[in-house]
C-alpha cells in the first residue's frame, strides 16, 4: 500500500490528468505533472459538489460545469453511458457535501451549508446559525467607496460589513490634487487640514482659516462683523510674541518631543530639536535596506517597513509610479523572488518587480527528503 509523507499544507493543485490531488507532493508521487496552482479545472473555476453527467463524447464528468469547461454539451444527469438514450434528460439528484458552513434560510431554519438550503428551495438570509443578526440602516443612497474597494449605499452599509470608508461616492475614489501650500484650515469635523483645497476634497466646510480647535475670537469678530475691518497681528493672547517668519510649504519633521511639525522652521521656532525629516513616529525601527515600494497614496518608500511604519497599504514593490498590471498565464512552474517569496512563475515575479533568485519553491538551495516512492527498497 503506498504511503504519502506529504506536507498538507501546501495547498491543492490540478494534475494533467484533470484531478485535484491534496498538493504538488501528492501528485508527484503518483506520477502526474501540475497543470495549474487550484482545483481542477485550470482557469475554469467549478464547484467540487459531485453531481455527475455524462457527455455527449460519452464521458463523464464531475459535474456539469466541468462537462461546459471542456465545451461539452450534457447528455444525461448521471455516470455514462446513459441508459435512456441520447438527449434523454434525467432529473439530477439534489446532493451536498457535509461540510459545515451554516447559513440560515428565509423560513428560520438553520442549515449546514448553503447547498441543503438550495436543495429544499429556500432563499438564504445570511451566514451563519438562525437568527440573523439585523443591521438596521437607512435607505437613503449616499454612497461610500470602502477600503475594500466596494461601493456601498451608505456609511451604514459599509459599517454593518465591518468596512472602513475610504472615500464618498462610488469607487474607485478620485483622487484630489491640491498645492502643497501651507495654509491651515479647520473643518466643521473638528480636523485641520493642510489648505482649503484639502478640505474640499474631503468635502468638508472651512469652520476657520487657523488649525483645530479655532479660537473663540475668530467667531466673536465675525459675528460682530469686525473680522474683515480687523487686522490681526497674531493668533494668540496679547502681546504677540516674536514672530517666526516661516514658509508656508508643507515639509514634515518629527521633533524630539515626538510630535509632527509642518517644517524644520516650525520646530525650531517652538525651540524644538529635530529628531528625523518625516512625520512622527521616527523609522519604527525599521532598517535602511532600500527595497522601495509603491503606497497607495502615490509615494515611495525605502522599505515594506517603513510604509507600514506610515500607515499606507503597499500598492506595488518598486519605484512610484506602479507599472500597469500584466496578465500571466495560468502555469505552475513555482520560481522563488530576491524578496524571498515564492510566485506562481517567473512572469508573476517579474509583474512584481522582483528578480527571480531561482527556480522552485523559496528557499533556495533547500534540498528536501525524496519521497518514499524513491527510497531505495533491499
Avoid at 52 to 63: I, R
Avoid at 69 to 76: G, L
Avoid at 81 to 94: D, E, T
Wanted: with cysteine.
Amino acid at each position: 500500500m503506498f504511503v504519502s509523507d506529504c506536507n498538507a499544507d501546501s495547498g491543492e493543485v490540478c494534475g494533467e490528468d484533470m484531478i485535484t490531488y491534496h498538493n504538488e507532493c501528492h501528485a508527484s508521487n503518483r506520477g502526474v505533472a501540475v497543470s495549474c496552482k487550484g482545483n481542477c479545472p485550470c482557469g475554469c473555476k467549478c464547484s467540487q459538489q459531485r453531481r455527475q453527467v455524462c457527455g455527449q463524447d460519452d464521458k463523464t464528468y464531475w459535474n456539469e460545469c466541468f462537462a461546459k469547461c471542456a465545451e461539452v454539451k450534457t447528455k444525461c444527469y448521471m455516470h455514462c453511458p446513459c441508459p435512456y438514450g441520447s438527449y434523454k434528460h434525467v432529473k439530477p439528484p439534489c446532493r451536498c457535501s457535509r461540510q459545515y458552513k451554516p447559513v440560515c434560510g428565509a423560513n428560520g431554519k438553520t442549515y449546514i451549508n448553503k447547498c441543503k438550503a438550495n436543495c429544499r428551495k429556500v432563499p438564504v438570509s445570511c451566514t451563519g446559525k438562525c437568527p440573523c443578526k439585523k443591521c438596521a440602516c437607512p435607505k437613503e443612497y449616499n454612497p461610500v467607496c470602502g477600503d475594500n474597494g466596494k461601493s456601498y449605499q451608505n456609511t451604514c452599509f459599509a459599517s454593518c460589513k465591518k468596512v472602513r470608508v475610504s472615500c464618498t461616492g462610488k469607487c474607485p475614489c478620485k483622487k484630489c490634487e491640491c498645492p502643497k501650500e501651507y495654509d491651515p484650515v479647520c473643518g466643521a469635523n473638528g480636523k485641520s487640514y493642510q489648505n482649503t483645497c484639502f478640505a474640499s476634497c474631503k468635502k468638508v466646510t472651512v469652520k476657520c482659516h487657523t488649525r483645530c480647535p479655532c479660537k473663540r475670537l475668530n467667531t466673536v469678530l465675525k459675528n460682530m462683523n469686525l473680522l474683515s475691518n480687523t487686522v490681526v497681528k497674531c493668533k494668540t493672547k496679547c502681546p504677540c510674541p516674536e514672530p517666526c517668519d516661516c514658509p508656508k510649504t508643507y515639509n514634515a519633521v518629527c521633533g524630539t518631543d515626538d510630535k509632527t511639525y509642518d517644517s524644520e522652521c516650525h520646530a525650531k521656532c517652538s525651540n524644538v530639536g529635530i529628531k528625523c525629516p518625516d512625520r512622527c513616529p521616527c523609522n519604527c525601527g525599521c532598517s535602511t535596506e532600500y527595497k522601495p515600494v509603491c503606497g497607495t497614496n502615490g509615494q515611495t518608500y525605502a522599505n515594506k517597513c517603513t510604509a507600514n511604519c506610515r500607515k499606507v497599504s503597499i500598492k506595488c514593490h518598486g519605484e512610484c509610479p506602479c507599472t500597469p498590471s500584466c496578465v500571466c498565464p495560468a502555469v505552475y512552474k513555482p520560481v522563488c523572488g530576491t524578496d524571498g517569496d515564492t510566485y506562481d512563475n517567473e512572469c508573476q515575479a517579474i509583474c512584481k518587480g522582483v528578480t527571480v533568485s531561482c527556480k522552485g519553491k523559496c528557499p533556495c538551495g533547500c534540498k528536501c527528503s525524496p519521497y518514499k516512492s524513491d527510497v531505495w527498497r533491499g
